[in-house]
Every structure is written in C-alpha cells, then in structure tokens.
C-alpha cells in the first residue's frame, strides 16, 4: 500500500519542533492514552472519559480503518516520541456521501494555542485538497470554543448553521456550530 501522508517536521510558536506523520497500528495503546488525557482536560469535546471504552485491539481496528479507506486520514503529532495530538479526516462511506469528510482533533492541554492545530489543520486540509475522492470537509465545534473557531475561520471554513442548546454538561447547555470548507 501506498502513503498517504509523507511525515514532516514543523517548528511550533514555542519554538519546539513536533513531527506530524500518519498514524500506524502499533501507535494504538499510546494514541487512546493521548486521547483520554485530552479529553478529561477539555471543556469542548462531546465526550466524558467514562464513555471511551475502547480496547487496544478496538483501537487497532480503528487506526485500520483510516489506513484503509482512501478518502480518510489519520494524522498524529509526536514530539520526543510521545503523541502529543492527532487530527483525523473521516471521509463517508455512503456513496452519495464519499466526497465529504468530516475533521476530528484533539492535543493534551500544554500543547494548545502553540500553532500545533494550525499545522495539524494545514497539513490535513492539504492531503484532503490532493485526494481524488474529497471535495467538501466539514466539522462541528461548540460556539464558546473561541480559539477553535477562531482557528476553523482562519483555515477557511465557513459557518453553516448553529444547533441551539445542542450539548449538556452538568445543567448546562452549549451550541453547536457546523463548518465546511469547499476542497474544488
């Protein structure tokens, strides 16, 4: 099989350079620690800790799938050989549907707002502007999430519609905004 993503080194705002590559099988015990540090530490992911119940192999089959589905991409951001953060593209498996894909990120909490996003984004959005199959990426994001949008906004996505009182946290309500970005 081809690669789909040829890995590169970037240099962040905080100076540290970070290697972007795709993720590989055997990354899957490392990546779901990544992702269930990240997620008890943010306030704008849709999921609690206690719902991620996946097991190595669980995660395994799901880092398979990115490899072998070619309209979809999993990126993972090391730096001194630990995963730090991951961007993903899902592209559809409905035919109707296989053109879009929507973008998932996440990063432990010391990495945000250090331009990680910003390449994670870039480099994703420039595989997705390379594949034959992508014309549309989209993605979800909660209204507070100011750096987020902030970040969506300067990578060209353009607002779609919010869902009102969408997400509920301990009483409270949040709002949902959908963002695309035409690829062609």
């Keep these: 099989m081809k690669i789909k993503f040829n890995p590169i080194i970037v240099k962040l705002k905080n100076a540290k350079e970070v290697k ?7 990354d899957a015990e490392n990546l779901l620690k990544t992702i269930k ?29 990115f490899i072998q589905k070619e309209n979809s991409l999993l990126l993972i951001a090391e730096y001194e050989s630990e995963i730090i953060g991951n961007i993903d593209i899902t592209g559809s498996s409905r035919v109707i549907m296989q053109h879009t894909g929507v973008i998932g990120m996440g990063m432990l909490t010391e990495w945000r707002n250090s331009g990680l996003g910003t390449q994670l984004m870039k480099h994703s959005i420039n595989w997705a502007k390379e594949n034959p199959i992508l014309e549309l990426l ?4 909660y ?9 969506y906004r300067k990578m060209n996505f353009k607002e779609n519609g919010i869902i009102k009182n969408y997400f509920k ?4 309500y949040y709002d949902n905004l959908t963002m695309s970005l035409s690829l062609k």
């Design 143 to 151: 209204c507070e999430n100011e750096l987020g949008v902030s970040l």
């Design 20 to 26: 972007i590559r795709s993720a590989e099988i055997s």
């Design 138 to 141: 989209w993605l979800q994001v």
């Design 37 to 65: 540090k990240y997620i008890v530490d943010s306030e704008f992911i849709p999921k609690l800790f206690d719902e991620i119940k996946l097991t190595i192999q669980q995660e395994e089959d799901w880092i398979n799938s």
């Design 169 to 172: 946290l301990n009483g409270k």
